[in-house]
């Protein structure tokens, strides 16, 4: 059995898209950055921390964990606070290129297996009014950077260099790689 470690309705789609039977079971850690800590090192360990969390509850199963974050310059951009730190993330990553970093663990009786996937993200000028109205539409404030790819902010977008699911939340091809490894293990 599988059991998805996080609340994302969009991991859920993305998995039930792949073909993927799961259940869910969000975790509980905390998600503070610790000083010094690279951004893959930074989402490798909350994934892994949230699939161990489940694991623990559930250690016949098999724990997804994941985490998304993106990066843009030297500064780690998670889900806003409220609506003017949505702005102020959606003005820095206006007419920039930024990285999108998924860590993924996966955790069972075998072992921890984790990888990260990054992919380039080129966002065009976006006017104040554009920043402003997408806010206003309220799709912004749970997602890492304050933007969701797969939705209003799909007009910002100008080219992607990666995996377009890992933008989403989460890197099919990688998870779908990582259940194969753990089933031949088995």
Known sequence: MLILASASPRRRELLTQAGIAFTVQPADVDETHRAGESPEAFTLRLAREKAEAIFA????ATVLGADTIVVCG????????????????LKKLS???????????????????????????????????????????????????????????????????GDYSNVVGLPVAVVVSMLTDSSTRQ
């Open 57 to 60: 509850k559930h250690p016949d």
């Open 95 to 161: 007419g920039r290129d930024h990285r999108v970093i998924t860590g993924v663990a996966l955790v069972s009786s075998l072992g921890t297996q984790t990888r990260a996937e990054t992919t380039i993200v080129s966002m065009r000028e976006i006017s104040e009014e554009e920043i402003a109205n997408y806010i206003a539409t309220g799709e912004p404030m749970d997602k890492a950077g304050s933007y969701a790819i797969q939705g209003g902010a799909a007009p910002f977008i100008m080219q992607i260099q």
């Open 74 to 89: 030297d500064e780690i951009l998670g889900k806003p606070s409220d609506e003017t730190d949505a702005a102020r993330m």
